[in-house]
């Protein structure tokens, strides 16, 4: 069965920092493409960031640009999102999300963890 | 890149719903759409403008076109209640973008 689940989130201070593991089961992790996606609690989805499968592409949403760290461990099934300067408004639920696997173009996102929530409060 | 969705879609049990996503030339990208039932993870329903996941029914099918992009649910029940989000990759920023989404009521 295929299956994300995330792992690290809880209670930070503005300014502090949180390191989020998303573990992959059921799949070759090292073949896919994997992505960060958040969701701000009574709000839509938010992209945060992306990773191809050999770390050698990353891409981030303008809004955490220089404070959130995507990477990776292949040989652990594992993807990261340090997330440093932590603010309010990052405070949301935060989920991982596997990519199509169709490496020639952007694809879409399936399946998806169950989310792990992130609150950024003094 | 913005994708505009409509806040709120109700329809009665067995009519269509259709849940529309706008966009600038939308026609010219490749659009998913996903299910997020309260409390839980979203799920995919539609990629690629019109394919479906095998585990997803028939009655859930898309369509794209011009600005506008469509997800459509024929027979709807209950089970459908959802927030449903559409989303495509824009090429100009390398980012995916996401619409606003659409709470889907059954009345």
């Known amino acids: 069965e295929l299956q994300l689940v995330e792992s690290g989130g809880g209670l930070v201070q503005p300014g502090g920092s949180l390191r989020l593991s998303c573990t992959a089961s059921g799949f070759t992790f090292r073949r896919y493409e994997m992505n960060w996606v958040r969701q701000a609690p009574g709000k839509g989805l938010e992209w945060v960031s992306y990773?191809?499968?050999?770390?050698?592409?990353?891409y981030y949403a303008d809004s955490v640009k220089g404070r959130f760290t995507i990477s990776r461990d292949n040989a652990k099934n594992s993807l990261f999102l340090q997330m440093n300067s932590l603010r309010a408004e990052d405070t949301a639920v935060y989920y991982c999300?596997?990519?199509?696997?169709?490496?020639?173009?952007?694809?879409?996102?399936?399946?998806w963890g169950q989310g792990a929530l992130v609150t950024v409060s003094s | 890149y913005v994708l505009t969705q409509p806040p709120s879609v109700s329809v009665a049990p067995g009519q269509t719903a259709r849940i529309t996503c706008g966009g600038n030339?939308?026609?010219?990208?490749?659009v998913h759409w996903y299910q997020q039932r309260p409390g839980q993870a979203p799920v995919l329903v539609v990629f690629d403008d019109s394919d479906r996941p095998s585990r997803i029914p028939e009655r859930f099918s898309g369509s794209n076109s011009g600005n506008t992009a469509t997800l459509t649910i024929s027979r709807v029940d209950a089970g459908d209640e959802a927030d449903y989000y559409c989303?495509?990759?824009?090429?100009?920023?390398?980012?995916?973008?996401f619409g606003g989404g659409t709470k889907l009521t059954v009345l």
């Open positions: 989303q495509v990759w824009d090429s100009s920023s390398d980012t995916w973008v």
């Open positions: 030339n939308i026609g010219g990208k490749s």
């Open positions: 990773i191809n499968s050999n770390s050698s592409t990353i």
């Open positions: 999300a596997r990519d199509s696997g169709i490496t020639t173009r952007p694809g879409w996102f399936d399946p």
